[in-house]
């Protein structure tokens, strides 16, 4: 398929990356998912200007990303309050809209969660790297060369049609996530949470823990009382494979929330945030608050079943 320009790069922000649904199947050759950090705003982003499940988006971090339109286009834009503008004038998240070639957006500061994603009608256009078109930027792949986007860059579009009809089209407001500076994650308990002790479980599920400033798409360190561990185990463990939303606890005790960019590692791993909750991991950012609560596997099942069937609701015609 032909492809246009679609941006020029004004701008290029603390840290934008092209990312798609990720790269699976590739982890014993030790390269990780990678992919868009949270989920499920990637996902409305791309049902919003009615793309394909797994069509590359951009994914920006905080502020400073700016964008000039070559053509005339759809786009929306999810995730993170990152107060966007078009041409200067606030820009409504969670729609979708009509550019026309010499419009700008642009990402001002934060108003709440960190990542924001712009998704365009046909997807960003890059080679394919193991099936996927998500930047790797540890191992330098995939996306844009294996790097955050920087000024001048041109990114390209699908020469698709824009469907018209989709300008204007909303998210329901009532699903929309709020991303807050204090907020309740909830886990799945496991796999070596009997290698701590029951005081120490308790700290880890009734304590309040600051996200600190070493946190990135491989993971995010939060600091707050020690989980205290069994004085019969070691700290380590023979290294095994991850999945992201899998807290590890190192010799600290100070819980390690692991992310999308990480394939194995050798700390015990007390719980595992379930799957509906990444998005609120993704929009995590240095001096927020996360409380811990274990759930039941089928309570887990259930909100990922409620979850799917809004967005299966929001894909049927209205």
Known sequence: MKELAAFEVIEPGILTT?????????????????????????????????????????????????????GEFIVTITGGDLTPTLNGEPLEMWKAHL??????????????????????????????????????????????????????????????SSLLNRIGRRFQEEWIPLFEKETTLRVIP?????????????????????????CDRMGVRLNGPKIERRSDVEESIISEGFLPGAIQVPGDGKPIIILAELVTGGYTKIATIISTDLTKVAQLKPGDFVWFKPVSIEEAY???REQEKRIDDFKSPH
């Open 18 to 70: 092209i990312q798609d649904g990720g790269r699976f199947g590739f982890s014993r050759f030790g390269v990780p998912p990678s992919g868009a950090l949270d989920p499920f705003s990637y996902r409305v982003a791309n049902l919003l200007v009615n793309n394909q499940r797994n069509e590359a988006c951009l994914e920006t971090t905080l502020m400073g990303l700016k964008l000039r339109a070559l």
């Open 99 to 160: 550019l026309i070639e010499g419009d700008v957006i642009a990402f001002k500061k934060v108003r709440s969660g960190c990542r924001a994603y712009l998704s365009t009608y046909g997807g960003f256009v890059v080679p394919e790297v193991m099936g996927s078109r998500s930047t790797y930027l540890s191992g330098k792949f995939g996306g844009l060369e294996g790097r955050p986007l920087k000024k001048g860059d041109i990114l390209y579009r699908s020469d698709a």
């Open 302 to 304: 259930s909100l990922l």
């Open 190 to 214: 496991g796999p070596q949470d009997d290698h701590f002790t029951q005081v120490g479980f308790h700290t880890f599920c009734s304590s309040a823990y600051e996200v600190s400033p070493q």
